[in-house]
């Protein structure tokens, strides 16, 4: 296992710095954020230039950084028909953007349930998603992940397995966030043993409440026992990254940019 850094935790950055900042905090990789949030523009979006996309290329080369996923994160599971279509273009167009920067995996999420519709009819609409855009992944040799995320239409364990049984012949894998199965209190250690094998990229961030009250706070701060996770991944196999994804200054955590990265290398170094 090796460390990354998601790009999300420095939003008030170019890609060109943060680049350059992960580099210079002694990571060995970037993850590169697409999804637009409140605190968060992305970094990279299916809009992105060919050049600009080589210039990334070149400026993670030079710094002797690798580029292990992209963050796909759009609703996936939208009312109206064009919301979901757009969804579907907008993952494609990162799993292009992967394929570019030779990103291995791109994640994704279902979004929550929409008002006025019933979460079966919602899930269908987000199991077809994933079997047109992992079918589109595949085409271009890059993994789609799940990421399930608390208070979305997918956002548990069992609905890995539930995925897994109606898509039987899709090769979708995990995107491993044990935060949002935290503070569902959810045990985190249950992706490890059971589907320890089609976890692709991990997510290092912590949690702590109970949702729809809770925090992610800087790693070491939670509830989450990453000694342990990180010991079943090794004994899982995993060898990818362990990918910081800090979302803290969201909660009043008060950081510099440089006490997070710092932080953060430490933390995945203890591991």
């Known amino acids: 296992m090796y460390s990354c850094f998601h790009s999300v935790g420095l939003p008030a950055r ?5 680049i350059g900042m992960v580099a210079e905090a002694g990571y060995q990789a970037i993850e590169l954020n ?8 992305p970094h990279i979006t299916p809009e992105t230039r060919p050049a600009e996309r080589r210039a990334v290329v070149a400026a993670c ?7 292990p996923a992209v963050g796909a994160h759009i609703a996936m599971v939208g009312a109206e028909p064009a919301e979901r279509l757009s969804a579907m273009a907008f993952v494609d167009g990162c799993t292009d953007i992967a394929r570019d920067v030779g990103a291995p995996v791109v994640h994704i999420l279902s979004g929550p349930l929409p008002a006025g519709i019933d979460r079966e009819t919602a899930w269908g609409w987000f199991r077809e998603a994933v079997e047109r855009t992992t079918d589109y992944a595949s085409s271009r040799n890059v993994v789609l992940g799940i990421e399930a995320i608390a208070g979305h239409v997918f956002h548990s364990v069992d609905d ?9 012949g899709v090769p ?4 491993f966030d044990p935060s949002h199965l935290a503070v569902q209190h959810e045990d985190p250690m249950r992706v490890v043993r059971e589907l320890g094998g089609d976890i692709v ?4 961030k912590d ?13 070491g701060r939670g509830t989450i026992d990453f000694p342990a996770l990180v010991a079943g991944l090794r004994a899982a196999g995993y060898s990818g990254a362990l990918s910081v994804e800090y979302e803290a200054q969201v909660y009043g955590y008060q950081q510099s940019e440089a006490e997070i ?3 953060g290398k430490a933390f995945c170094e203890a591991l």
């Open 61 to 67: 080369r030079a710094r002797g950084l690798t580029i």
């Open 160 to 168: 890995y397995h539930r995925l897994r049984r109606e898509l039987p």
């Open 14 to 18: 170019s890609l060109e710095e943060a």
């Open 261 to 263: 990265l710092a932080e």
């Open 201 to 204: 990229h991990v997510h290092l």
């Open 34 to 41: 697409a999804e637009t949030l409140p605190w968060a523009p």
């Open 172 to 175: 979708f894998k995990v995107n």
């Open 207 to 219: 949690g702590i409440g109970l949702y729809p009250d809770f925090e992610f706070p800087p790693l």
